[in-house]
């Protein structure tokens, strides 16, 4: 039996007028790296500050490790290992100082692990943590969210800002450190191609919900991007779960959620069609941007210009 790490049930938050989260609901489980996904201004960041009892929302409840953030945000803060993009530490500090300054405030600090995570990222401990790269504050900042041991880490963007290089020798640093001690990761980030080899399960936010669920891999083999008529979307279309549409010169090319059922019509009703694989880019931007009407209407495809 699954054992869950986080829980968000029916969470509304507005700000003024405007509606962020309206009815979020999301579970995770032990041992999951856990990537968060939206757009700009989608939540992400609203809904990890209330899991850090930071936020108190409008309705609804959380739980982390068993714990309501509201009721108990220190004994939450204590236990997560929390990294935000906007990490703020104290510049004035030398990197040995800080971490001096951070391990009391952990029981479970383990000052050995500190030091290994000192050396295997080159943090430099006589330096100022103002005078710290974008990289260096970032590694130093996951130092902080991991010293203690947490059994759930939380990153939200936290490799944002750094080059390619950086971004990829941070995601060693996660699969290294975490995954391999099996720590549940809620990992929030808008590198989306980056985010698909470390993430164990994809949950889309939307519109303030969850709009989509699911394991990295059958998130994979469920939504693809299906080549076939306008003649075929015409009789089939209104059975597909098309996320996406658009037609070309007579082709029209649908992504499709539940692809599996969707081959298994068109090949009982002897359509010809291409299947074709998306990556986590093409897949978010599907639930998120896609041009859904193309169930309803087809736009009728000018012929061609005869040449005289």
Do not use: C
């Not at 757009?39 to 609203?46: E, I, L, V």
């Not at 490799?159 to 020798?169: K, T």
């Not at 996406?244 to 090949?267: K, P, Q, S, Y």
């Amino acid at each position: 039996m699954t054992e869950s790490v986080i829980e968000v049930k029916n969470v509304q938050k507005h700000f003024r007028e405007k509606s962020v989260l309206d009815g979020l609901n999301m579970t995770v489980e032990k041992g999951q790296t856990f990537a968060f996904l939206g757009r700009n201004g989608a939540g992400k960041t609203t809904t990890i500050k209330m899991l850090m009892g930071l936020l108190k929302p409008d309705n609804g409840s959380l739980s982390v490790l068993g714990v309501d953030p509201l009721v108990d945000p220190i004994q939450v803060r204590r236990s997560v290992g929390y990294l935000a993009e906007d990490q703020a530490m104290f510049g004035w500090m030398k990197v040995e100082q800080l971490i001096r300054f951070i391990a009391p405030f952990y029981p479970t600090w383990d000052h050995k692990l500190a030091q290994q995570y000192v050396n295997q990222f080159e943090l430099p401990l006589r330096t100022k943590v103002k005078h710290l790269s974008k990289g260096q504050s970032v590694r130093l900042g996951l130092l902080l969210a991991l010293a203690h041991r947490p059994e759930l880490v939380i990153l939200d963007d936290p490799a944002l800002g750094l080059d390619p290089i950086m971004r990829r020798d941070f995601n060693r640093d996660l699969v290294t450190h975490m995954q391999a001690e099996g720590r549940t990761v809620l990992y929030s980030s808008h590198l989306l191609y980056e985010v698909e080899p470390v993430a164990d399960v994809i949950a889309i936010l939307h519109d303030g919900k969850i709009v989509r669920h699911a394991p990295t891999e059958n998130l994979r083999a469920q939504v693809k991007r299906i080549m076939t008529n306008t003649d075929a979307i015409a009789r089939v279309g209104s059975k597909l779960n098309i996320l996406d549409g658009r037609v070309t010169a007579g082709e029209v090319a649908v992504t499709v959620d539940n692809a599996d059922e969707a081959i298994e019509l068109l090949n009982r009703e002897e359509i010809g069609y291409r299947v074709i694989d998306l990556n986590l880019d093409e897949i978010f931007e599907a639930f998120v941007v896609g041009q859904k009407d193309i169930r309803f209407e087809l736009p009728e495809v000018e012929p061609a210009v005869q040449s005289a």
